[in-house]
């Protein structure tokens, strides 16, 4: 049985060395396609599949179509290891995504030790550029700004609007979740904003009554979401329903047909969020780009599909610049990377790696979202 | 039988070098002492186990926080998993073992859930969700030479080592006295009893002798993967060991050890995707139970019975 | 910061959860005590009524009660189908496999099928439901209910009313609670012990069903829902005493509100310990459960 596994082994390896690497270059990608995050790995697809149709439609990259091969981390970090572990060792040049801080954490070393490069345009914590770049990993590189920078702004916001004294914290016990409760508490600590409460719940908790009803009596005129978006839309419907008069702020998606639906409801109103993307963003490149995705997968843009659809084109371009699919001269040429992106920012990697797009100030009234700010996180 | 299927593995990486297929090969051997291990609690000596999850947990975590947090070598952190895992077997099994054998099974159950919580709120010590990534690949030294097993090949005859001696070990145990008595248990407790066997200590016994194995196991799988989460306590490697012990034969050694084999190497062969594979989990555990519930190795005896008595000595090697 | 309202509010919330939590542990518990059986795929029936729901409600409607209806009356049916086919199973003669051992196997790979089934078709992206219950809430005195937890705790009564009635008042139910504590002795008198078994299968789903279609109002749900509430009904079956249905059914309750109360005054992470923090001072203390007579030997 074994002889068989052997030459099964040879058989595939000669029929994918064969039949690929001639014609296409392949892309890694992970993302949790199923599992409580599994939407956003659905929209990053959305993404990324729309910009490799276009590319490939334009001719591909060094005169070869692009692939991607895709693989399923389920939010998780030992999952994430197994699955990049797979990627490359099939080979690709270059991995996308991992969505999932926990997963970029646990994987970054792979990546590292095997020498490819990942690009991550979707994970916020802020150690992952602490670790990228210069004195640490070179081989990881950060397209969304960090949620240190997005606390700031939201805890510089919120101050602004007046009489917003006491805040209380809602994350996911995750890496995103702690470093974005981190990162809140220490932005409205520097501001003297009090911090009341802080709850972390396991990822995909399905009944937030108890924190809710506790919410209600400790004062807390703001509450600060780092949440995964199904669970955000289930704490809001939620909280809705039991008339939890506090603001919700943090890190708040509301995109697509779930959050159209509690938007209408009046469940997020007077939220205050700033997002690293908004399809309400009001440049011609984003107003198309959002057509676009109407067009073909009939929901609203959303963030996940704006950073896989960046995060492929930053990809192709280092691919074009390097002159060859290898994977040394992808991570040269993305250091060198110069890319505009549709919402208004020529992005460049720092020395950590991490490049500094635009972030968006959100607010809703009424039933109504409008972007109230569009700001560079330099 | 052993020779042969060590001679094979031997030859594996001689044959292919394609990381993809050793990792096949590791966890086919590790999953393989992983099963055998809940067929020494369950197989042999009669108890349904659930624990076995927990333990392979427990020793995954105590391994790994020996090498990170106290700077130990693996090999001291498979020695304490084994140490902590033997105890813990001990305790739940005096716990258990004083109410029904219906009630091990929930307590069992119990032991692992409690494990994957204490693994995901304990955040202090075990970084919770997050899991403890960047284990290093394990290594031996003499005096100045030092050698790690880093690559994949390095791995697998790490891995083939543990597997022979794992196997081996287990093999002398329940061929000798101690696997009959286990099996006199479990066919008749009260028969036992009165023959003067302490159940309750040989039990205990099998608990700890299965608790070690299956620590051990989940040690060396951890290190090669080189990160552990609470993921590791998933219902997912219950199903999977189970499925490997019903479809070889409850309480037989070589037929689960080749069913071990096949139930982690076909799937990956099959390329079958993450759910459908957990589907034809569920169908094969439905239809083991339903049709064949003394597994291969049943079939094995069944056609040995029809033939005549000429193989006797070979039907004693295939328990 | 405690105040009287919060209290109240807590404890109101916690009987809701803690009246659906019974729903899902009497099931559970009629197994055990009429059947000796455990059934591992107790959470991923609960699960299929909460998709069945989800799928349902659109075509009609939106509305929640008709589908609510509807679904009970399939899970009757093919409840009443099932335990046949299991009884057959069960009792098949091959191997030396116990009932109980082989219902865990059984079930346990049902739950698998089931579980990566719902998975496969509907993914595991959480699935939100919209029905024509109102959002919102009400006060009642000093707490703020729900309409949907409303609707879920009033459903949930009303079963709990009409299993006590079907249990004590009517001779199907009797013959259950006969089966249950003595099952020599009802063989005996002349009960028919295959269909109290399937008649108590039967009840077990529907009684599944329901606790998962009036979660559907309450929780934004994925495939895996079903086990994290199985854990819990296994937790308050055993504390109950296995087997003992009243007892379940007020482990369940004491269950939510305790529940509730960690949750608001302690942290959050300590909620889902309690359920196994009790099981496992039961079973060091009172093996049998708190409201077992005796536990019997398996």
């Known amino acids: 049985m074994l002889r068989t596994v052997a030459l099964a082994s040879l058989a595939i390896s000669l029929l994918s060395s064969g039949a690929y690497s001639q014609e296409t270059i392949q892309i890694g990608?992970?993302?949790?396609?199923?599992?409580?995050?599994?939407?956003?790995?659905?929209?990053?697809?959305?993404?990324?599949?729309?910009?490799?149709?276009?590319?490939?439609?334009?001719?591909?990259?060094?005169?070869?179509?692009?692939?991607?091969?895709?693989?399923?981390?389920?939010?998780?970090?030992?999952?994430?290891?197994?699955?990049?572990?797979?990627?490359?060792?099939?080979?690709?040049?270059?991995?996308?995504?991992?969505?999932?801080?926990?997963?970029?954490?646990?994987?970054m070393s792979l990546f590292q030790r095997a020498e490819v490069p990942l690009v991550s345009a979707i994970a916020t914590n802020p150690k992952i550029s602490e670790l990228s770049g210069a004195g640490g990993n070179p081989w990881v590189f950060r397209l969304n700004p960090s949620d240190r920078e997005l606390a700031i702004a939201n805890v510089n916001y919120l101050v602004s609007m007046g009489g917003i004294e006491k805040i209380a914290i809602v994350a996911e016990s995750t890496d995103y979740g702690r470093g974005g409760a981190d990162a809140f508490a220490a932005a409205a600590k520097e501001k003297g904003l009090q911090i009341v409460s802080t709850d972390f719940h396991p990822l995909g908790a399905p009944d937030f009554t108890t924190i809710i009803a506790r919410l209600q009596n400790n004062g807390a005129q703001a509450v600060a979401f780092y949440q995964a978006h199904a669970?955000?839309?289930?704490?809001?419907?939620?909280?809705?329903?039991?008339?939890?008069?506090?603001?919700?702020?943090?890190?708040?998606s509301l995109d697509g047909d779930t959050f159209e639906a509690l938007i209408k409801q009046g469940a997020y109103d007077n939220a205050v969020t700033v997002f690293p993307y908004s399809p309400a963003v009001n440049t011609p490149e984003n107003k198309d780009f959002v057509e676009r995705i109407q067009a073909k997968f009939h929901e609203t843009a959303s963030y996940e599909a704006f950073a896989g659809y960046e995060s492929l084109y930053v990809v192709a371009q280092a691919i074009e610049r390097a002159g060859s699919a290898d994977p040394k001269s992808i991570r040269d040429a993305l250091e060198k990377t110069s890319y505009k992106s549709m919402i208004g920012v020529t992005v460049n990697f720092d020395d950590h790696n991490q490049?500094?797009?635009?972030?968006?100030?959100?607010?809703?009234k009424d039933h109504v979202l409008c972007v109230k700010d569009v700001f560079p996180t330099k | 039988m052993a020779a042969l299927l060590l001679a094979i593995f031997i030859a594996v990486p001689f044959l292919t070098q394609s990381p993809y297929f050793l990792t096949i090969g590791i966890s086919?051997?590790?999953?393989?002492?992983?099963?055998?291990?809940?067929?020494?609690?369950?197989?042999?000596?009669?108890?349904?186990?659930?624990?076995?999850?927990?333990?392979?947990?427990?020793?995954?975590?105590?391994?790994?926080?020996?090498?990170?947090?106290?700077?130990?070598?693996?090999?001291?952190?498979?020695?304490?998993?084994?140490?902590?895992?033997?105890?813990?077997?001990?305790?739940?099994?005096?716990?258990?073992?004083?109410?029904?054998?219906?009630?091990?099974?929930?307590?069992?159950?119990?032991?692992?859930?409690?494990?994957?919580?204490?693994?995901?709120?304990?955040?202090?010590?075990?970084?919770?969700?997050?899991?403890?990534?960047?284990?290093?690949?394990?290594?031996?030294?003499?005096?100045?030479?030092?050698?790690?097993?880093?690559?994949?090949?390095?791995?697998?005859?790490?891995?083939?080592?543990?597997?022979?001696?794992?196997?081996?070990?287990?093999?002398?145990?329940?061929?000798?006295?101690?696997?009959?008595?286990?099996?006199?248990?479990?066919?008749?407790?009260?028969?036992?009893?009165?023959?003067?066997?302490?159940?309750?200590?040989?039990?205990?016994?099998?608990?700890?002798?299965?608790?070690?194995?299956?620590?051990?196991?989940?040690?060396?799988?951890?290190f090669y993967v080189t990160i552990v989460d609470p993921l590791i306590f998933d219902v997912y490697y219950t199903q999977v060991i189970l499925v490997i012990v019903i479809i070889g034969g409850l309480g037989s050694f070589w037929p689960v050890v080749v069913s071990g084999l096949l139930i982690t190497v076909l799937p990956e062969i099959l390329r079958t995707p993450n759910e459908l594979r957990m589907i034809s989990y569920g169908v094969i555990l439905v239809l083991a139970v339903l049709l064949m519930p003394t597994g291969i190795a049943g079939l094995v005896n069944k056609v040995r019975m029809r033939r005549p008595m000429s193989n006797a000595n070979a039907a004693e090697s295939s328990t | 910061m405690m105040s009287y309202e919060f209290l109240m509010q807590l404890v109101v919330n916690g009987i809701v959860i803690g009246l659906i939590y019974g729903l899902i542990a009497t099931g559970l518990a009629l197994l055990f005590g009429i059947l000796h059986i455990v059934n591992f795929a107790h959470g991923e029936?609960?699960?299929?009524?909460?998709?069945?729901?989800?799928?349902?409600?659109?075509?009609?409607?939106?509305?929640?009660?008709?589908?609510?209806?509807?679904?009970?009356?399939?899970?009757?049916?093919?409840?009443?189908?099932?335990?046949?086919?299991?009884?057959?199973?069960?009792?098949?003669?091959?191997?030396?496999?116990?009932?109980?051992?082989?219902?865990?196997?059984?079930?346990?790979?049902?739950?698998?099928?089931?579980?990566?089934?719902?998975?496969?078709?509907?993914?595991?992206?959480?699935?939100?439901?919209?029905?024509?219950?109102?959002?919102?809430?009400?006060?009642?005195?000093?707490v703020?209910?729900?309409?949907?937890?409303?609707?879920?705790?009033?459903?949930?009564?009303?079963?709990?009313?009409?299993?006590?009635?079907?249990?004590?008042?009517?001779?199907?139910?009797r013959a259950l609670r006969a089966v249950a504590q003595n099952r020599e002795a009802a063989l005996m008198i002349g009960l028919d012990p295959e269909r109290v078994a399937r008649r108590a299968i039967t009840l077990s789903i529907v009684l599944c069903a329901v606790g998962g279609m009036v979660l559907v109002p309450l929780y934004v749900f994925q495939p895996i829902v079903g086990q994290a509430l199985l854990l819990k009904a296994f937790a308050i079956v055993i504390i109950g005493g296995m087997g003992n249905v009243l007892g379940a059914a007020l482990v369940a309750l004491a269950l939510g509100i305790i529940e509730s109360m960690v949750g608001g005054f302690a942290n959050i992470v300590w909620q889902n310990a309690i359920a196994f923090i009790g099981m496992i001072a039961v079973l060091l203390i009172r093996p049998q459960g708190l409201f077992a007579l005796a536990m019997r030997k398996g």
Request: net charge neutral.
């Open chain 1, 29 to 107: 990608a992970s993302m949790p396609i199923t599992g409580p995050v599994a939407n956003g790995a659905l929209q990053e697809k959305r993404g990324l599949e729309l910009a490799l149709e276009e590319i490939n439609a334009a001719g591909g990259v060094l005169g070869k179509p692009l692939e991607i091969l895709y693989e399923d981390n389920q939010c998780n970090p030992s999952v994430a290891v197994t699955v990049t572990n797979k990627l490359l060792e099939a080979g690709v040049p270059v991995v996308l995504g991992q969505q999932c801080s926990s997963a970029v954490l646990a994987t």
């Open chain 1, 231 to 252: 669970d955000n839309a289930n704490f809001a419907k939620q909280a809705h329903s039991m008339g939890l008069k506090a603001i919700m702020t943090g890190k708040l």
């Open chain 1, 355 to 364: 490049a500094h797009n635009n972030a968006v100030i959100i607010t809703i």
């Open chain 2, 28 to 222: 086919a051997m590790i999953f393989t002492v992983f099963a055998m291990s809940l067929n020494i609690v369950y197989g042999y000596a009669g108890l349904l186990s659930l624990a076995q999850v927990g333990f392979w947990g427990v020793g995954s975590y105590v391994a790994a926080l020996v090498v990170t947090r106290l700077d130990g070598s693996i090999w001291e952190g498979m020695l304490a998993a084994a140490a902590v895992s033997a105890a813990g077997g001990i305790l739940i099994g005096a716990v258990a073992l004083r109410l029904s054998n219906h009630a091990f099974v929930i307590v069992s159950l119990c032991f692992t859930l409690l494990m994957q919580m204490l693994a995901q709120e304990w955040i202090d010590l075990t970084n919770g969700p997050m899991g403890i990534p960047g284990l290093p690949a394990p290594g031996i030294g003499f005096g100045e030479t030092s050698f790690v097993f880093a690559t994949p090949t390095h791995f697998f005859y790490l891995t083939l080592a543990f597997a022979t001696i794992s196997l081996g070990v287990i093999w002398l145990i329940v061929t000798s006295r101690i696997g009959r008595t286990f099996r006199m248990i479990k066919h008749d407790e009260t028969l036992s009893c009165s023959l003067g066997v302490r159940v309750t200590v040989w039990k205990l016994f099998a608990i700890a002798l299965a608790s070690v194995f299956a620590a051990l196991s989940g040690a060396l799988y951890v």
């Open chain 3, 45 to 142: 029936i609960v699960m299929l009524a909460m998709y069945t729901l989800a799928v349902a409600v659109p075509f009609l409607g939106g509305s929640y009660i008709a589908s609510f209806a509807l679904i009970v009356a399939a899970a009757t049916m093919i409840g009443w189908l099932v335990s046949g086919a299991l009884l057959a199973a069960l009792s098949a003669r091959r191997g030396d496999m116990a009932a109980f051992e082989k219902s865990l196997l059984l079930t346990l790979g049902l739950s698998i099928i089931l579980l990566n089934g719902v998975q496969y078709i509907f993914t595991a992206t959480p699935m939100m439901v919209t029905t024509d219950i109102p959002v919102g809430a009400f006060l009642l005195g000093p």
């Open chain 3, 144 to 173: 703020r209910l729900s309409y949907a937890h409303a609707i879920a705790g009033a459903i949930a009564v009303v079963v709990f009313v009409a299993l006590y009635v079907f249990l004590t008042r009517t001779n199907s139910g």
